[in-house]
């Protein structure tokens, strides 16, 4: 376009053309603009206009001769020169709007390649994914559509496939950092280069992630084609969803010929799918429904009765029931007393609020705590709705209270009331009259003392 090169190098991406005459532009000014003007407003302060323009990041500045002055002036040469700031001449019969237009045709035309550039991308990605290798073959385009690396990785942490150059490091961190929520997407930047990781799945909570870094910043195009390939695996995740749900109810069954005692059917259910069951002793792990996601990774779980049941070996209990959080730990024993493992760890469940509880640690807290406690309210309420409802003699209560404490013993209880042994004694006769109980028997003791104490 007959444009002379004055100052500066050439090497500045343009990204638009502004035309102004005014002494600072710059407040209209975004950057990376060739700025076009005939100098009509500019004084003799050359150094001070130059220097706002190269604060402001522009591209460059086009002076157009032979309206306000014939040719550059020197001063505005070297000022440009001097600081570094590109500085073409543009003759008289180059209008400005003209150098506009070659400018927008250039860019839509490099918009135009950019998005052709993403739909290549797209296209090879795609025929990756329908390679036998799946979501690997998705993984490895990746990497060299964005010229640096990219790793798949498990819903904990685990990298389950990475190209050459993967930094793991940071992907784990973010994936084992992320808590209950992953936002749609990470950035981490660095003086080694950008890393983005990306949840997959539909659902709230991911069924896996992917990560891709390089030693720069991202382009929009290579967004475009990082949130493809995340499309894929996606699709791939979710495909993969109809075949996990095929293994759950599997399990499922298995889990109930185990509770069924038929250990050696359950075996055989197994085999031919190529699952094994933990080695003995194991433990169950009792969880709520929604923590069956949780356990699977790291245990043989299956829902049973409306909670993720888990069965694992001794020395992976521990891991299982944390992953779960709110859990219930059965002691350890063999697969033929699995029923009761089952219970235990239902028991333990339901005495769990956010950390995981042993069956061993509840049952140390005695037998009431072994029980339900509505059901064992509403027992003691029964048992011993004759004597609360007896008139205002609600000592008949307390002198029970001491009688069963003191294991008997007339004067040890009396002494603990107050009043006389007899007194104690007729008291006694009262409450087995009301409750049509003898109060001698061992067994109608121990009813009266858990009455009692479910009171409390």
Known sequence: MGLRPLAGSLESDVRWVAVSELEDPTPFLEGAE?????????????????????????????FGVGLTHDEVPAELVAAADAAGLPLLEVPRETPFIAIGK???????????????????????????????????????????????????????????????????????????????????????????????????????????????????AFSPVTHTVINAAGSLLTLAVEQGGAHREAERRVRAAVLELLLAGLEGEARAVLAPIGAR??????????????????????????????????????????????????????????????????????RALQASTGTPVRFADLAGQGLLALLDPAA?????????????????????????????ASNGHWDAAAQQLGIHRHTLRYRMKRVAELLGRDLDDPGVRAELWIALEATC
């Open 376 to 404: 064992a309210q509403a027992f003691s309420a029964a048992l011993l709705a004759p004597l609360s409802g007896y008139g205002s003699r609600a000592d008949l209560i307390a002198s029970l209270r001491a009688y069963l």
């Open 277 to 346: 069951l933990p080695d003995e002793p194991v433990v169950v792990v009792a969880a709520p429904q929604d923590a069956l996601d949780l356990l699977e990774p790291h245990a043989f779980a299956g829902p049973h009765d409306g909670v993720a049941v888990a069965v694992v070996s001794e020395g992976a209990a521990e891991r299982a029931a944390a992953r779960a959080g709110t859990a219930g730990v059965s002691g350890a024993g063999p697969y033929r007393d699995l029923r009761g493992a089952l219970d235990q760890a239902r």
């Open 102 to 216: 070659v400018v927008s045709e250039l860019l839509a035309a490099e918009q135009y390649e950019e998005i052709t550039r993403a739909f290549a991308a797209q296209g090879r990605l795609t025929r990756a994914a329908l390679r036998p290798e799946g979501m690997r073959a998705v993984i490895d385009r990746l990497a060299k559509e964005v010229g640096g690396w990219a790793a798949l990785v498990s819903e904990t942490g685990e990298i389950l496939h990475a190209t050459p150059g993967t930094r793991a490091e940071p992907v784990v961190s973010a994936v084992r950092r992320r808590g209950e929520r992953f936002p749609a997407s990470v950035a981490l930047s660095g003086p080694d280069g950008q890393v983005v990781v990306q949840p997959l799945g539909g659902g709230a909570r991911p069924r896996g992630f992917f990560a891709v870094g390089a030693g720069r």
């Open 34 to 62: 060739l700025v076009l003007t005939t100098g009509m407003r500019l004084g003799g302060d050359f150094p001070g206009y130059v220097g706002r323009l190269v604060e402001r990041g522009v591209a460059g500045l086009g």
